[in-house]
């Protein structure tokens, strides 16, 4: 029998938006391989090694390789994983397909943004780390095509309100479906969220292009930031959408209250916006009291994610009880740690305490002084989007790829390992930045082991450089295994569906929806979205007014 191509793979001709979700989580995924390539390469940097001269010609600079690091990880990578999850686990939920034509639409605006992005990137054109202030000036390609690729989830938002209306239409009277609930409301939030972004787009765009001289830097980062923090929601949302919905059920459990879990997203729909200004803390021109109100709504945003703590270790708990677990800890032992997804979960999960914990500090107006701007602040979030986020999505690529293809998992003791590995390397890494961050103030985004004069300043913290290069060795190793695995996976020519999860694992519920007056109030989402939208104008109207009217635009530098 002849091997069969991707094309007629019987399954994408019943559910083509198999082949949709296949594509875009692949490119997300090589983006972030390449991505993650720089990552040893600035652990051993802030361990005093510079490998930097090696990747000479062809990639100029450590600022280079570290906006790639932070562009390809934290912007591509993540928005095309949520792109996946938060598309294809409502459709599956609703029985529906969402409109193809669109779904290709936006996979080849990702794409197409991606690459046209690329060029200035790769060219050394816009070395200007991923957040972009002005003004520091990038080619206009890197804004055009960074926007392409950003407004190619505007067309995600539509696919899943489409389904979501037309489930309704057929389902009148009806709550709707977990997952599809989380999806919606995510998407809302995004698209609120995403305002920000897209206004400063247009002065960028129009600056890099020369038809404005220039543009107010502080204006820019205050948009920058409206986007800046939800964004961070935008990525983890898809991995607790997952850790609701699918991993109670792959541990052997159920999860124990569907209505809490509504109610969590309502409240990231309410508060990731309006909260800012706690990445402006440092910045002038924003008064303190302003300043005041965003740290206060920065904490009611942790609530959600104190909820999300209760009910997921709850549901594990449930499942390691079913699986024999007895007494106070037993539970823990009986998970099954030998999935390599629930074990990517779980691991990532102990490393948001941690994380959760470095994100109050930061958070909390005066605090925030002592670690603002120093390696603190990415040993915080690498235990969030490095380690949480991104395991949650390497936990999922391990059922996923098989479920999409029909092709078993290669390597199994790999993924495991690879898991663990990934795991203590950013423990190491984030315990030795949070604390090189603290005690001897060593800045974030600075070449240090290029410049002896740096060396020498920091020759007290050695013994903390040398647990970086520690977890630079590490997870090399633990990128290297994980995309062998899921490579080989998705391009071995072995095709068993039989063997595969046939459908996605959603779980069973304890505490179900219908009756709950929870889940009733939580179904309004329109109702909540307008409420969002007010919350975003008293928090942000005032000061933007100020700021628009009171412009001073600075020409562009480009400064290496
Ligand atoms: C092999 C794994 C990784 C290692 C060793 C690593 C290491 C680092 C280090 C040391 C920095 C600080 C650089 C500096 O401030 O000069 C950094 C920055 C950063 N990393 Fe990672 N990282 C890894 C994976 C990831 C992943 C998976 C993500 C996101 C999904 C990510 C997102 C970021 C971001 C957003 C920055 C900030 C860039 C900037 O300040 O402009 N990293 N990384
Ligand atoms: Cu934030």
Redesign the pocket.
Known sequence: MAVKTLSNYDAYASAPEKKYALYMMMLGFAA?AL?????????F??GGLDLYPLLKPVFQS??QG??L??VL???I??QLFAQTIMVYLPARELGLQPNMKLAWVSFWMALGGLLIAAIPLLLNEASV???FYAPLKANWAFYVGAAIFVLSSYVSIYLVIDMWMRWRRANPGKITPLATFMAVTFWLMWFLASLGLVVEALFLIAWSLGLVAGVDPLLMRTLFWYTGHPIVYF?LLPAYTLAYVTLPKLAGGKLVSDPLSRLVFILFLLFSVPVGFHHQFADPGIAPYWKMIHTVLTMFVAVPSLITAFTIAASLEVAGRANGGKGLLGWIRALPWNNPTVLAFLLGFLAFIPGGAGGMVNASFNLNQNVHNT?W??GH??LQ???L??MAAMGTAFWLIPHLTGKPLVARGMALASQWL?FL??FI?TFA?HWMGFLYAI??????SGSPIAMEAYKESSAWMVL?IV??VI??V??ILFFYVIFATALQNRREPGQVLAEVPFTAVMSKPEGSGLAQLTERVWFWFGIAVVLVVLAYGPVLFQMFTNMNPVPGQRLW
Do not use: D, E, K
């Open positions: 972030l991505g993650t390539f720089f990552g040893p390469l600035q652990a940097n802030y450590y600022y570290l906006t690091h932070g990880n934290a912007i990578f993540t780390l991923y957040t990525w390696v602040i990415p979030f690498h989007v490095g380690t986020v991104t990934w390397g950013m890494m930045l800045p974030r985004r600075a070449h240090i970086n977890s630079g997870l090399l633990a990128a």
